[in-house]
């Protein structure tokens, strides 16, 4: 091979690797996008599994209260 031939061989190499890791700086980019996205919606459904755990431990009271009022009743 001549000397250009090398050149143009290894600005070619070149080339290929900065495209290959502009590729993989799109994969990391998206990745931590779907990190980000996936945390999101992970705490989104925390609070919302919160929320229906206080409300089951409001309709549990209720329905203590109402079983006791009924047991109180059916003394009378």
Do not use: P, Y
Request: net charge negative.
């Amino acid at each position: 091979m001549t000397n250009q031939q090398l050149m143009d061989n290894g600005h070619q190499m070149m080339n290929e690797t900065d495209q290959a890791i502009e590729r993989s700086k799109k994969v990391v980019q998206d990745t931590i996008n779907v990190g980000t996205d996936t945390a999101a919606a992970l705490k989104a459904q925390t609070e919302q599994m919160s929320r229906v755990v206080n409300e089951l431990d409001s309709i549990h009271f209720s329905i203590k209260k109402a079983s006791q009022l009924v047991k109180e009743i059916g003394c009378n």
